[in-house]
């Protein structure tokens, strides 16, 4: 049996940096509740699970009205399959809750000698050569999503105040006007020497497996998105010689990561001055007029 879809414009997108810990129940933050836990949804593509609904009360949420953020564990993905196409299962159940405000969590590989494991990265581009293999547009001729603005500005200052709040040294907090390119890699594995080379000579500062389609995707629905990340190592070839800690450096630091996720989302505010719900453009009707049965109207 599945679940009705929950209707909120806030979801958090758990990833790894949350692994290992009872989600938000560990954490003890006041004024947090989960209100339904376990919850698996239908999609065109079939279903998906491990989704949960977060209460916050009006005393602890930003715009002093009590709100309800939608979770999902680990990206949408299966815990006994690799199945990339579950990003889309993901994105669909989104768009049908109504979400506008979206924070996905994570670790990640350095790519930049200069950013070091323990460090919190708030990353402003994306590289992502796969970038519509789950796309949920319905075609091409209509729809054009831009990509100016990958990462919502909003979100990204709210997250950087909230972790420069929390974050633990030596490790820093390094936001959005750094300029950080976030690097998408399927994965599981981690990328090879050569393949690290090749995206650090393409200008990318660090890499995981799951920012890509969650980018596209928060474009795609007309959502502002932003990614909260720390480096648990620098990815092979990049910085020789160093000690390879990552189950430490998560154990570390997964509880304060979490936190920060959560609080940006109780504090987050639904404005759109940001711009980002503007990016998605749906053109009119004629633009899909099939070419057998009279001229596609063309741009100007």
């Not at 065109?44 to 709100?67: L, M, Y």
């Not at 981690?190 to 393949?195: G, H, I, Q, T, Y």
């Not at 990049?238 to 990561?257: F, P, T």
Request: aromatic fraction near 8%.
């Amino acid at each position: 049996m599945t679940d009705k879809i929950p209707q909120t414009p806030f979801a958090l997108l758990s990833g790894s940096a949350q692994w290992g810990l009872a989600f938000p129940d560990d954490l003890h933050e006041p004024g947090v509740k989960v209100l339904d836990r376990g919850l698996c949804f239908d999609t065109p593509w079939g279903p998906t699970k491990n989704w949960q609904v977060i209460e916050i009360d009006a005393d602890h949420a930003g715009d002093g009205k009590s709100r309800t953020i939608l979770n999902v564990f680990s990206h949408g993905w299966p815990v006994d399959a690799i199945d990339p196409s579950m990003h889309r299962k993901v994105a669909w159940v989104m768009a049908q809750s109504g979400v506008r405000k979206i924070l996905a969590d994570s670790t990640c590989g350095s790519l930049n000698k200069f950013l070091k494991p323990r460090d919190f990265i708030i990353a402003r581009d994306v590289l992502d050569f796969s970038q519509t293999q789950f796309s949920l547009l319905g075609g091409r001729l209509r729809h054009l999503c831009s990509s100016q603005q990958m990462f919502c500005p909003n979100l990204a200052g709210l997250l950087e105040k909230t972790a420069t709040e929390l974050w633990p040294q030596p490790g820093r907090v390094i936001g959005h006007e750094q300029n950080l390119v976030a690097v998408h890699n399927w994965g599981p594995r981690f990328a090879s020497r050569a393949e690290a080379h090749a995206y650090q000579t393409l200008g990318g500062d660090a890499m995981n497996q799951s920012i890509g389609p969650e980018a596209s995707a928060a474009r795609e629905i007309g959502a502002c998105f932003i990614s909260a990340s720390f480096i648990v190592r620098f990815q092979d070839g990049i910085l020789d010689g160093g000690s390879d800690e990552v189950d430490q450096i998560h154990k570390d630091l997964a509880h304060v990561s979490s936190r920060i996720s959560l609080l940006t989302m109780m504090r987050a505010s639904q404005t759109t001055e940001c711009g980002c719900q503007s990016l998605h453009v749906t053109r009119p009707a004629e633009y899909a007029i099939n070419a057998q049965g009279g001229e596609i109207p063309r741009g100007n």
